[in-house]
């Protein structure tokens, strides 16, 4: 007589299975890139590329499923960044916030960024960032971010009651 134990099991192996995929993915960016593939940069990336918003330093200490030293996570999070995998935004609390640059990711540069000027978090917007104003002969344009500041849907202030 068949049970609902398999059909469970299957459920609880799906979530191992994704994540087997995308650590599988990020081994091969990796080795692409002409990297090492540690457990560190896999756990950082995997971590970082689910986050629904840009994460500090903290916030991924805080989270690893493992833990890791801080001079190992600072070395991974710049490696990636300098590999293009990882941007690295740095707010106005001077707080380095980290999100991901997949493959699938339009270029991080290109997009404007909201921050919550309450709990830090920055989130990726849809807006392109406007076009580069011209500037005087010798200088150099680098880039243009476009920083939205203000209050999360979490730490919006609620109206009073009259």
């Known amino acids: 007589m068949p049970t609902t134990k398999p059909a469970r099991a299957r459920r609880d192996h ?3 299975q994704q994540r087997e995929e995308r650590l599988a993915a990020y081994r091969q960016r990796l080795a692409e890139a002409g990297m090492r593939v540690t457990a560190a940069r896999l756990s950082v990336m995997d971590m970082v590329e689910s986050a629904r918003a840009a994460l500090s330093h ?3 200490e805080a989270a690893l499923p493992e ?3 801080r001079v190992t ?3 991974t999070l710049d490696a990636l960044v300098e590999a293009g995998f990882l941007s690295r935004q740095v707010g106005a609390d001077r707080v380095s916030r980290f999100a991901a640059m997949g493959a699938s990711t339009q270029a991080h540069d290109e997009h404007a960024h909201f921050h919550c000027d ?3 978090k920055v ?3 849809p807006a392109r960032t406007p076009r580069v104003p011209s500037v005087p002969e010798g200088f150099e344009v680098e880039g243009v971010d476009l920083h939205v500041h203000g209050h999360c849907a979490a730490c ?3 109206p009073r009651a009259r």
């Open 67 to 69: 833990p890791l030293d």
């Open 14 to 16: 799906q979530p191992a």
């Open 118 to 120: 309450d709990c830090g």
């Open 73 to 75: 996570l600072y070395r």
């Open 156 to 158: 919006k202030p609620r």
């Open 58 to 60: 903290a916030d991924i």
């Open 123 to 125: 989130y990726c917007l």
